[in-house]
């Protein structure tokens, strides 16, 4: 890659290499002799900087063509067009066997039906779970209704178990022996104290004695008395009358139906709560399986969209391949009768006037490149010519050979048909004079009028011509030049050099390179006065290609300058100066280009 710096007087319109075109002038030279001095006329255009590179030309714009294919495998019927055929945007290149395809949207509307039929027996099955889990939950309420129930039960026993304990304790003799019971009981924790206070130092001897014999007797009869209850109890006792011992019988029947029946109610409790317990469980074990079908019912409904959408897809979908654009066929990779894959790639179609071509730009230059900057593309096998494009791609990651870091750089060329239409509104006829820089007011040869919409373009590639007093343009100069851009074809791998513009300046003043001097730091021309004598006058500049400079101040436009001596001599006046064949020239929009035979 390297890096320069050149003038471009072009605005929006590829330059071609063959135009049948004339053009003449007559009047004063612009040349002269030995050890004269040339002018130029101080005159505006642009000036820019640009980076530049080799690179080759590809396709832009490829496309990859693929059958619709909503099944897996299928067999190409035929294919319609081959390699290199010129295709418009809808023909259709090749088919599927519609007989395959109609079976497979079949099998997809086979599917929809079994999946809404799923659907049906899936909601059936979510209202069954719904029901369980309401039955559950009513039967929790009846387990929790059961245990207050036996709740109530446990207590009514208790309360029977106490009045059957108080009847039996009501009896006299009972009565009378459970006091001596009672009593002795007491009495017994008295003696066993005051036992201890016996045996103090302090203690009288005597008190010991007594109250240890004193024990013995209070032992002596709480033990008779615990005999005799429990006599009485059991009906063995020799001291209660018949009467009282049928009465203690069927207290202690009664006593002892109570206390079953409240062992009985405390089981009752606890079988209670264990149903409530198992029912909560059941209720969970509902509402687990209620959510499950649920989510059956769920993947059932997508299933059942997932079946429309792909019913839908296929139905919308072509068993054709048509052409997505206007272009011609690269690639075919099938033919008829051959199976493919869903996916594969059958034919490839590109825009052949599209094309982009790839270059490689320095670490140091990278940074003034940006995407959708201007640039222009020159072909080696095309002299003459150069192209418009615009920057479409910077790479994000760098290619390193040798330790030299590269960035890959894209550029897109502009249409060669969007630019042959652009030609068409080249204009001759209005009566004026041409735009051309230092050009006289008359524009004879043709229809006078004015050639494009800018205020900068030159004849041919020397800056001196466009002050002749005369230019004649052929009347078919319009139609020529969208001729001229259409018989340019570009083939994919031509080598290009690309440039790519990094700094412009646009509608300035420039002055050639030659023509400045410089002392002291300061820049200065030789400019012709009115008189015709020469002031030399400082100025100011700008950006240079070291052809052109460009002037910010000093000078104004139309102002005449000395150029340096030359070594060469020219004729000193030409009354008819003439491009001819193999000369070049410039128009607006691009930059290059010859003239062949003919032409007036």
Do not use: H
């Not at 020799?238 to 029946?261: E, F, G, K, R, W």
């Not at 240079?544 to 150029?563: A, D, F, M, P």
């Amino acid at each position: 890659m390297k890096r320069k710096i050149t003038i471009a007087l072009i605005l929006a319109l590829l330059v071609i290499m063959v135009m049948t075109a004339t053009l003449s002038g007559c009047g004063s030279s612009e040349s002269t002799s030995t050890g004269q001095n040339q002018t130029y006329t101080v005159q505006r255009g642009n000036i820019s900087e640009d980076i530049t590179a080799a690179g080759n030309l590809a396709l832009s714009t490829v496309e990859d063509l693929t059958f619709d294919l909503f099944y897996q495998k299928g067999t190409v019927a035929s294919v319609n067009v081959a390699v290199g055929d010129t295709v418009t945007k809808g023909d259709v290149l090749a088919s599927l066997d519609t007989s395959e395809w109609n079976d497979q949207i079949q099998a997809l509307e086979d599917a929809l039906t079994a999946a809404q039929r799923d659907v049906t027996t899936k909601q059936r099955a979510l209202i069954t779970a719904q029901r369980q889990v309401a039955n559950a939950e009513q039967a929790i309420t009846t387990a929790q209704n059961q245990v207050t129930a036996k709740q109530l039960a446990l207590r009514q026993a208790q309360l029977n178990l106490e009045t059957a304990q108080y009847n039996l304790a009501a009896i006299a003799d009972i009565k009378d022996q459970q006091d001596i019971i009672d009593r002795d009981t007491n009495l017994l924790e008295f003696i066993e104290t005051k036992l201890l206070e016996s045996v103090s130092p302090s203690a009288n001897p005597l008190d010991f004695q007594f109250w240890t014999n004193e024990k013995a007797r209070v032992t002596a009869e709480l033990a008779a008395a615990q005999k005799e209850l429990r006599d009485i109890l059991a009906g063995n006792s020799i001291n209660v009358s018949t009467t009282v011992a049928l009465q203690v019988v069927s207290l202690q029947l009664a006593l002892d139906t109570a206390q079953m029946n409240l062992d009985n109610a405390m089981q009752a409790i606890d079988t209670a709560s264990t149903a409530v317990t198992n029912a909560q469980q059941d209720l969970v074990f509902a509402e687990q399986d209620a959510a499950n079908a649920q989510d059956n019912v769920d993947a059932a409904n997508k299933a059942v969209t997932d079946a429309q959408q792909n019913l839908a897809e296929a139905k919308a979908a072509s068993p054709d391949i048509t052409a997505p654009i206007d272009g011609f066929v690269t690639k075919i990779n099938a033919a008829g009768g051959d199976q493919v894959l869903s996916g594969a790639v059958i034919i490839e179609v590109a825009d052949p006037d599209k094309f982009q071509a790839d270059i490689l730009v320095s670490e140091m230059d990278i940074t003034q490149v940006a995407v959708g900057g201007d640039a222009t593309v020159s072909l080696d096998a095309i002299s003459g010519i150069t192209i418009p494009a615009k920057v479409t791609r910077i790479s994000p990651t760098a290619t390193i050979q040798s330790g030299v870091v590269n960035y890959s750089v894209t550029v897109e060329l502009e249409s060669l048909t969007a630019l042959a239409a652009a030609a068409d509104n080249i204009t001759i006829g209005s009566g004026t004079r041409p735009s051309f820089p230092g050009a006289s007011d008359n524009f004879t040869g043709g229809s006078p009028g004015m050639i494009g919409n800018t205020d900068n373009a030159t004849i041919g590639n020397f800056p001196n011509f466009p002050g002749s007093d005369n230019v004649t343009v052929n009347n078919n100069f319009q139609s020529m030049i969208a001729a001229a851009v259409s018989s340019v074809e570009l083939r994919q791998g031509m080598s290009a050099t690309v440039s790519v513009i990094v700094q412009q300046s646009v509608n300035v003043l420039m002055v050639p390179y030659s023509a400045i001097t410089t002392e002291n730091g300061k820049s200065y021309v030789q400019v012709i006065t009115d008189t015709g004598a020469t002031e030399k006058r400082e100025i100011q500049t700008g950006v240079t290609n070291y052809s052109y400079t460009e002037v910010t101040s000093g000078l104004s436009e139309g102002e005449k300058i000395s150029l340096a001596q030359t070594a060469s001599s020219s004729s000193s006046s030409q009354s008819n100066s003439t491009f001819r064949q193999g000369q070049s020239f410039i128009i607006p929009g691009g930059n290059g280009g010859s003239f062949p035979q003919g032409g007036q």
